[in-house]
């Protein structure tokens, strides 16, 4: 909402009162204030100037050169190049020294040879905002009043002394979208009083009964009211009005349709006014539109309306879609002369539904779907009938012709004295807050310390105690509500051990690329039981949703999947995401089941992918295993975790494996078996499911630093025959236990199976790492402890490959 410093002076004696101070103490009690603009405060120089000739340019087919009267001893030559300019014309001059829009400096200078001392300006060069330029002037200089007093600045002819503020109205204070509801807002922070405008309305002797009827078969319609005035003649609006409505982002169009937007910003009650011979009928209907009915609004666009849409007919088809637009066929015109005026009442629910489906937002729009003040349906239809017969010449008929089924229950709130100070921890007396509620202007009755309040129907947002408890904090001040700290002992909050550990498998699974998921905690009848890490009882909803959420889950993969599937549908083939989450396993009926937190993940397509380098890397079952394994390192895990080769329901039988932490099974990882990849519509998924709690909360050792090794170590290679069932694992077990503390590090480099190894056997070579923290090893002492390694194996089993 734009306000005008000025014209709120209309309403309430601000002359005391500075513009940033108004807009600071009107942010305090709540309404802020987002800029204060002065539109005229860099300008100067500028005056009123009267174009005595205009001729052609001799070198140029489009500057002219004008002899301009700007209230000096002799004319000034400017050339211009606006396509409008005119002799005879009162316009505006910046003289040789001006500032303009933009802080541009306006020298004296010559163009195409002719000199120019000075700049024929439109609104746009003065800063005025496009949107709001007359059109008749949008691309060219813009044209005073004949009357205008030549010589004079414009400052104060175009309100560039003004100062407008830009408040944020919150969806409560749907009061504040007028000036008078502004004022009275003002009023209240200052303690002055308001004063409404006058609507002296002189009638002629006809009725408007007789030259319309006003009807509405709809319940989101309860007040329409009609008037007509005759006689009527369009014209420009005068330089004053233009100056209110511009300063408030709204274009001048002309004096009729000019007066309805004045009123609506003056009251805050949107009108429309129609071309009473293009109407179309004598009867005005207000009904729901027909499923496809179609009508041209005033934008020139047709649009086809649903059986939701409140429309203003003429009895048979639309001419305004009801608080939104009205339509181009009854719109005023330079030839109109008998104007229907209308205001009503509108349901803001509707409205708000055909301004969103339609795209159209407008200035009534948005006062109804907020919502309005009934009692001034009528007064803004009188106010501007009365404007219409001032500055168009209009003759108003008698009477107003209305449907009106709105019946207003008063509101009455009561409020304490004593529960208005325990509630706003303050201590005011009795006499403070019955100030407060003068300065808001409600009628109030008092009983012993309990204020009866009479709440105005234009604070419709007051219904309850706090609501006034707010009204009453907001102009005591709320920087005047005394400071304490809370009572009592205090604890410093943080973390829990699981909650930090948590964090850090975030982090973790975040830094390895993957993107953290939430899907539902709800699952099917066929997905239940899928990739479960232990067997329940399903748990089901009494009254589900849908088929597709009627059982608590007990895993979180098919969902990972659902996701990967979704998002492969649209082209994104290269995925990783885990879950954190609670999975529930049933305890029978009536029992509450056990949740419990698990981590999931989901991968598929390209890990790497570095076209540059032409380095390419797809998800494989070690790229999950790598990530886990980086997993327990952070949570100083990795001691005690093994993993064994498993076959898992839904799991491909030669691609998965168990995750056991100190022999105790805590998840599972591995590919998704192709039969259920294609059931999701996914491939080459892999994915990972861990029980977080007992990862968790299991205590971790302490985490040990050593000394950056000063001795060179020294390698040694086993490759070794086994069974092809034997797990490289298992065989890594053996060598570390043989190999004692000179053994640093072991690393699986080969496995083979093919042309010299015995049918059921492979062949898998190691690579050991030697080391002492204090001296340099022989080889003596290597092979020592080597030979032992290299028996535990073949007692094991393994033969030696040489």
């Given at each position: 909402?734009?306000?005008?410093?000025?014209?709120l002076?209309?309403?309430?004696?601000?002359?005391?009162i500075?513009?940033?101070?108004?807009?600071?103490k009107?942010?305090?009690s709540?309404?802020e204030?987002?800029e204060?603009e002065?539109?005229?405060?860099?300008?100067?120089?500028?005056?009123?100037?009267?174009?005595?000739?205009?001729?052609?340019h001799?070198?140029?087919?489009?500057?002219?050169?004008?002899?301009?009267?700007?209230?000096?001893?002799?004319?000034?030559?400017?050339?211009c190049?606006?396509?409008?300019?005119?002799?005879?014309?009162?316009?505006?001059?910046?003289?040789?020294?001006?500032r303009?829009?933009g802080?541009?400096?306006?020298?004296?200078?010559?163009?195409?040879?002719?000199?120019s001392?000075g700049?024929?300006?439109?609104?746009?060069e003065?800063?005025?905002?496009?949107?709001?330029?007359?059109?008749?002037?949008?691309?060219?200089?813009?044209?005073?009043?004949?009357d205008?007093?030549?010589?004079?600045?414009?400052?104060?002819?175009?309100?560039?002394?003004?100062?407008?503020?830009?408040?944020s109205i919150?969806?409560n204070?749907?009061?504040?979208?007028?000036?008078?509801?502004?004022a009275?807002?003002?009023?209240?922070?200052?303690?002055?009083?308001?004063?409404?405008p006058?609507?002296?309305?002189?009638?002629?002797?006809?009725?408007?009964?007789?030259?319309?009827?006003?009807?509405?078969?709809?319940?989101d319609?309860?007040?329409?009211?009609?008037?007509v005035?005759?006689?009527?003649?369009?014209?420009?609006?005068?330089?004053?009005?233009?100056?209110?409505?511009m300063?408030?982002?709204?274009?001048?169009?002309?004096?009729v349709?000019d007066?309805?937007?004045?009123?609506?910003?003056?009251?805050?009650?949107p009108?429309?006014?129609?071309d009473y011979?293009?109407?179309g009928?004598?009867?005005?209907?207000?009904?729901?539109?027909?499923?496809?009915?179609?009508?041209?609004?005033?934008?020139?666009?047709?649009?086809?309306?649903?059986?939701?849409?409140?429309v203003?007919?003429?009895?048979?088809?639309?001419?305004a879609?009801?608080?939104?637009?009205?339509?181009?066929?009854?719109?005023?015109?330079?030839?109109?002369?008998?104007?229907?005026?209308?205001?009503a009442?509108?349901?803001?629910?509707?409205?708000r539904r055909?301004s969103?489906?339609?795209?159209?937002?407008?200035?009534?729009?948005?006062r109804?779907?907020?919502?309005?003040?009934?009692?001034?349906?009528?007064?803004?239809?009188?106010?501007?009938?009365a404007?219409?017969?001032?500055?168009?010449?209009?003759?108003?008929?008698?009477?107003?012709?209305?449907?009106d089924?709105l019946v207003?229950?008063p509101v009455?709130v009561?409020?304490?004295?004593?529960?208005?100070?325990?509630?706003?921890?303050?201590?005011l007396?009795?006499?403070?807050?019955?100030?407060i509620?003068k300065k808001?202007?409600?009628t109030?009755t008092?009983?012993?310390?309990?204020?009866v309040?009479?709440?105005?129907?234009r604070?419709?947002?007051?219904?309850i105690?706090?609501?006034?408890?707010?009204?009453?904090?907001?102009?005591?001040g709320y920087?005047?509500?005394p400071?304490?700290?809370p009572?009592?002992?205090?604890?410093l909050?943080?973390l829990?051990p699981?909650?930090?550990?948590?964090?850090?498998?975030?982090?973790?699974?975040?830094?390895?690329g993957?993107?953290?998921?939430?899907t539902?905690?709800?699952?099917s009848?066929?997905k239940?039981?899928?990739?479960a890490l232990?067997p329940?009882e399903?748990?089901e909803?009494?009254m589900?949703m849908?088929?597709e959420?009627?059982?608590?889950?007990?895993?979180v993969?098919?969902?990972?999947?659902d996701?990967?599937?979704y998002?492969?549908?649209?082209?994104?083939?290269?995925?990783?995401?885990?879950?954190?989450?609670k999975?529930?396993?049933g305890?029978?009926?009536?029992v509450q089941?056990?949740?419990?937190?698990?981590?999931?993940?989901a991968?598929?397509?390209l890990?790497?992918n570095?076209?540059?380098?032409?380095?390419?890397v797809?998800?494989d079952f070690?790229?999950?295993?790598?990530?886990?394994?980086?997993l327990?390192?952070?949570?100083?895990?990795a001691?005690g975790i093994?993993?064994e080769?498993?076959?898992?329901?839904?799991?491909?039988?030669?691609?998965t494996?168990?995750?056991?932490l100190?022999?105790?099974?805590?998840g599972?990882?591995?590919?998704?078996?192709?039969?259920?990849?294609?059931?999701?519509?996914v491939?080459n998924v892999?994915v990972?499911e861990?029980?977080?709690?007992?990862?968790?909360?299991?205590?971790?050792?302490?985490?040990?630093?050593?000394k950056?090794?000063?001795?060179?170590g020294?390698?040694r290679?086993?490759a070794?025959?086994?069974?092809?069932?034997?797990?490289a694992?298992?065989?890594k077990d053996?060598?570390?236990?043989?190999g004692g503390?000179?053994?640093?590090?072991?690393?699986?480099?080969d496995?083979?199976?093919?042309?010299?190894?015995?049918?059921?056997k492979?062949?898998?070579?190691f690579?050991?790492r030697?080391?002492?923290?204090?001296?340099?090893?022989?080889?003596d002492?290597?092979?020592q402890?080597?030979?032992?390694?290299?028996?535990?194996?073949?007692?094991?089993g393994?033969?030696l490959?040489?």
């Open positions: 909402m734009l306000v005008s410093y000025k014209w002076q209309d309403y309430v004696d601000v002359s005391d500075s513009p940033e101070e108004l807009a600071e009107i942010t305090r709540g309404i204030v987002e204060v002065k539109k005229g405060e860099k300008l100067k120089k500028i005056v009123v100037g009267h174009v005595l000739s205009c001729e052609e001799p070198n140029s087919d489009h500057l002219k050169i004008c002899q301009v009267d700007v209230g000096e001893e002799e004319p000034i030559q400017i050339i190049g606006a396509p409008n300019v005119a002799a005879g014309q009162k316009v505006i001059v910046a003289l040789v020294g001006a303009i829009g802080n541009i400096k306006i020298k004296r200078g010559k163009i195409r040879g002719e000199v001392n700049m024929i300006c439109s609104l746009q003065l800063g005025f905002d496009g949107k709001v330029v007359p059109k008749e002037y949008a691309d060219g200089i813009f044209v005073l009043p004949e205008t007093q030549v010589g004079t600045d414009v400052f104060s002819l175009l309100n560039l002394d003004d100062a407008v503020l830009e408040l919150t969806a204070r749907a009061d504040c979208m007028s000036m008078i509801g502004v009275y807002e003002t009023a209240a922070i200052f303690g002055k009083e308001v004063k409404l006058a609507a002296n309305v002189p009638v002629s002797e006809e009725k408007v009964s007789d030259y319309i009827s006003v009807r509405s078969e709809s319940d319609c309860p007040i329409y009211t009609a008037k005035i005759k006689n009527v003649k369009i014209g420009p609006s005068p330089l004053w009005l233009q100056n209110k409505l300063a408030a982002g709204i274009r001048p169009h002309n004096n349709v007066i309805t937007n004045y009123v609506l910003l003056e009251y805050g009650q009108l429309h006014a129609f011979d293009r109407f009928s004598k009867e005005v209907l207000v009904r729901k539109a027909y499923e496809g009915e179609k009508m041209v609004t005033l934008d020139g666009t047709e649009r086809t309306l649903r059986q939701e849409d409140l203003i007919t003429n009895g048979k088809e639309p001419v879609l009801a608080g939104v637009m009205g339509g181009l066929d009854s719109e005023v015109r330079d030839d109109t002369t008998t104007v229907l005026l209308e205001s009442y509108f349901n803001g629910t509707s409205i055909t969103r489906y339609h795209g159209l937002r407008s200035e009534a729009s948005s109804y779907e907020r919502g309005i003040d009934p009692t001034r349906v009528r007064l803004a239809a009188e106010r501007a009938a404007l219409i017969a001032e500055l168009a010449g209009g003759e108003v008929l008698e009477g107003t012709v209305a449907h089924e207003v229950e009455t009561k409020v304490e004295l004593n529960k208005i100070n325990n509630f706003l921890g303050t201590s007396s009795l006499q403070e807050v019955e100030d509620v808001l202007q409600f109030y008092l009983d012993n310390e309990t204020f309040i009479e709440i105005p129907s604070r419709w947002d007051i219904t105690q706090e609501d006034m408890y707010e009204e009453i904090a907001r102009l005591y920087d005047n509500i400071t304490t700290l009572e009592g002992q205090q604890t909050g943080h829990t699981y909650q930090q550990k948590r964090r850090v498998v975030r982090e973790v699974l975040e830094g390895a993957l993107l953290q998921a939430t539902y905690s709800l699952t009848k066929e239940f039981g899928q990739f232990q329940a399903p748990v909803l009494a589900p849908s088929e959420h009627a059982i608590l889950r007990d895993t993969i098919p969902h990972l999947l996701s990967i599937a998002n492969r549908a649209r082209k994104n083939a290269d995925v990783g995401l885990f879950e954190i989450g999975v529930y396993y305890k029978g009926a009536n089941p056990e949740e419990v937190e698990h981590l999931a993940g991968l598929t397509g890990y790497v570095h076209p540059w380098q032409g380095e390419k797809t998800v070690y790229t999950v295993k790598g990530i886990l394994e980086t327990f390192a952070r949570l100083q895990l001691q093994r993993y080769k498993a076959e898992i329901d839904g799991m491909h039988p030669g691609q494996a168990k995750v056991l100190n022999d105790e099974v805590v599972f990882l591995g590919k998704v078996h192709p039969t259920r990849e294609k059931e999701y519509d491939k892999f990972f861990l029980d977080l709690g007992k990862l968790l909360n299991i205590e971790s050792k302490s985490l040990t630093y050593t950056i090794p000063k001795f060179p020294i390698t290679d086993v070794i025959v086994v069974d092809q069932g034997k797990s694992g298992e065989l053996i060598i570390v236990s043989a503390q000179l053994l640093k590090d072991v690393n699986v480099f496995v083979y199976i093919g042309e010299k190894v015995e049918e059921n492979k062949s898998v070579a690579t050991l030697y080391s002492d923290t204090e001296r340099t090893l022989t080889d002492e290597v092979n402890v080597h030979e032992k390694v290299v028996e535990a194996l073949q007692n094991a393994a033969e490959r040489m």
